[in-house]
């Protein structure tokens, strides 16, 4: 029997317990009361798994009930349960404890069904605060209705914070030049989200970019001029600038009263005592319009006087403020300046993370959370096993420099292009190792989850998952850089080669890969469910690899070569066409539009063109249409 996370006691008795059409689910008045949703979760779970349809009471437990309550000895966040012939028992130290009892209990039904072990459990979490961050603004504004579905998987493995990262994409009120070309959150979405979560006993943490990441607000004509770069306005989309050349001008003193404005609408959406104001990449800080000030005070002196303002009036707000803790790494003893209550978000997400950080921010007393990653971003499919090896490092420094909580980061850089169901397995990474942390091996954990989540009963389909991002010959990123300096002029990293590893040899057998990946994951499925099965997901995903290998080997032959095989090129455009419309009903079946606009280069809303049609090259997602109009050519064969 699997279960996730991993329980801390497992005693397992001999006997059975039989549910039948009599077995009450019978509540404590205070369970009845305040959890009624985990009585509905056990319920429907049962009803799933066996087709019994049991009957709710309240009081009175007899023989062969199930009984769930509440019991004040207990921690919080703990539980207890106890199977034998006579019955089952669900008890936790407060509501949270029960529904992770129930979800516990879940998981047992889901693979015993009605015939249940005799078998007692006591469990409790490692970390107070096991969360889960979300990118709401570079690429993706995911529906409600899939939000949702977030919430109740991370209900399922016992998550208790959720963030959504937003910079542009809530509407707030008074600044429609911000949002008018996305597709944002809006208040009631938020309060019907918060509501949802609580009922799960998740807190909905609120977070918003309020210093550096501030490009859409930057880039408005009637803000742009509070931008630390000048003239940020007159300047064309890209990906690449949009993570870092927008940094608000502290030196000005319109941006605090402007960010505060911001943070008064948005803070009272949600119920949480939190606000994260994230504060990280800062990259342009003290370079242009407050350079003098830099010069005078020093570029770290800037920085904490900034946010120890937003801080201290969230503070007075009755609110604990949070905020990324990469800039701070380089003067950690700043960290006492600001308010005790403040909480370091220290992130990292190398597969072999150092602990340097980790130890200074915990060396000045400070609060901290731990912040690995999913890894995702700039990828087709996740890089599982690098996710796999960051969180459990990060997870384990969490534990060793009393760590607080642990938030596993799911961003969108560059357009947010793969999948949010990709990211499935690393958030459970991040579920597992924050609630215990006993080493699961790769392998192991990766059959748990596959049987767990998946149903997949040869415990081989996350494996097979993780192969997939090593078939990437020509990243997407690697894509959009080559656009934005073939076209936008951007400066290439020194030593940077875009075309690392692309040649004939490694696409061809990375289509070989691919083509033997699918087949696997074919072979997974037969058994599942359908509501399991995510073949055409998969499908277009491995194939959009395929078509992107073969984009990065004919731009690389280009520029080796100086020629251009038009045929080939007419082609490709052919298979690109036709996969971005795959492609695109996928994004929109879980998804608003977004940046779905920036990926295929539609006119912006101020009247420049984002990757013009009269530029195109082979980076850009509709690049297929230009190239059957001869434009593709003008940027690979000048």
């Known amino acids: 029997m ?62 062969g009930d199930l009984s769930l309550g509440i019991v004040k000895t207990l921690p919080e966040q703990t539980y207890e349960i106890t199977i034998d012939e006579k019955g089952g028992q669900i008890s936790g130290g407060d509501g949270a404890g029960v529904l992770y009892g129930v979800e516990t209990f ?14 007692q459990i006591q469990d409790a979490p490692d970390m107070p605060n096991r969360g889960y961050y979300f990118d709401q603004t570079r690429g993706r504004v995911l529906k409600l209705e899939k939000l949702k579905k977030i919430a109740d998987r991370m209900s399922r493995y016992k998550l208790n914070q959720l963030q959504l990262y ?6 707030f009120r008074d600044f429609s030049e911000m949002w008018r070309d996305q597709t944002p959150l809006t208040a009631e979405e938020i309060r019907e989200l918060d509501s949802y979560c609580r009922e799960r006993h998740i807190e909905l943490v609120p977070s918003l970019a309020s210093f550096g990441h501030l490009c859409t607000l930057l880039s408005t004509k009637t803000y742009g001029d509070l931008c630390e770069m000048e003239d940020s306005w007159k300047e064309p989309f890209s ?13 000005d003193e319109r941006s605090l009263p402007l960010i505060k404005k911001m943070i008064v609408e948005y803070m009272q959406l949600f119920t949480s005592d939190k606000f994260n104001i994230c504060a990280d990449e800062t990259f342009c800080l003290g370079k242009y319009k407050s350079k003098k000030h830099a010069e005078e005070r020093g570029v770290h002196r800037l920085y904490i006087d900034y946010v120890k303002e937003l801080a201290q009036f969230l503070v007075e707000n009755g609110k604990i403020p949070m905020f990324w803790g990469d800039i701070i790494w380089n003067s950690p003893e700043l960290m006492k300046e600001l308010p005790e209550s403040m909480i370091c978000l220290n992130w990292g997400y190398a597969p072999e993370q150092r602990e340097d950080e980790t130890r200074a921010i915990a060396q000045t007393g400070a609060v901290q959370y731990l912040c690995p990653g999913v890894c995702g971003w700039n990828q087709w499919a996740n890089l599982i096993e690098n996710s796999y090896k960051n969180i459990t490092r990060m997870c384990g420094y969490a534990a060793k420099y009393q760590g607080i909580g642990v938030l596993n980061t799911d961003w969108g850089d560059f357009g947010h292009i793969n999948d949010p169901a990709f990211s499935v397995p690393g958030m459970i990474y991040g579920a597992v190792f924050s609630w215990n942390g006993e080493e699961i091996p790769f392998a192991e954990l990766n059959r748990m989850i596959s049987r767990i989540e ?19 010959v020509f990243q997407w990123r690697e894509a959009v850089m080559y656009y934005e300096n073939r076209c936008l002029k951007h400066e290439l990293e020194d030593g940077e080669d875009l075309f690392r590893g692309v040649d004939q040899a490694g696409v061809d057998a990375a289509a070989d890969a691919l083509r033997d990946v699918y087949k696997k994951l074919l072979e997974s ?34 520029e080796k070569t100086g020629s251009f095989d038009m045929q080939k090129g007419l082609e490709l455009a052919e298979k690109l066409e036709c996969w971005f419309m795959a492609y695109k009903e996928n994004w929109r079946a879980t998804s608003k539009e977004g940046d779905l606009h920036h990926q295929q280069g539609v006119p912006a809303g101020d009247g420049q ?30």
């Open 454 to 472: 998946y149903r997949d009963t040869t415990g081989n389909y996350v494996s097979h998952l993780a192969e997939i991002c090593g078939q990437s």
């Open 106 to 119: 879940c998981q047992i039904v889901q693979q015993c069904g009605g015939i249940l072990p005799c078998v």
């Open 2 to 63: 699997y279960l996730l996370p991993k329980p801390k006691t497992i005693k397992e008795q001999d006997g059975q317990m039989l549910l039948c059409h009599s077995t009450h689910i019978v509540m404590t008045k205070e369970v009845a009361e305040t959890e009624m949703h985990a009585a509905k979760r056990l319920q429907e779970a049962i009803r799933q798994e066996t087709g019994l349809i049991l009957t709710f009471s309240v009081g009175e437990v007899r023989e």
């Open 609 to 638: 063109t984002s990757y013009c049609r009269d530029r195109v090259l082979v980076c850009r997602l509709d690049a297929p249409k230009m190239i059957k109009n001869y434009k593709f050519y003008q940027v690979i064969t000048d």
């Open 166 to 171: 937003v910079e542009h994409t809530y509407l």
């Open 525 to 558: 499925t037969q058994a599942m469910p359908e509501t399991k099965k995510q073949m055409q997901l998969l499908s277009v995903t491995l194939q959009g690899i395929g078509i992107w290998n073969a984009v990065g080997l004919l731009t690389e032959s280009r």
């Open 239 to 251: 990906f690449w600038n949009r993570m870092r050349y927008h940094t608000i001008n502290v030196s």
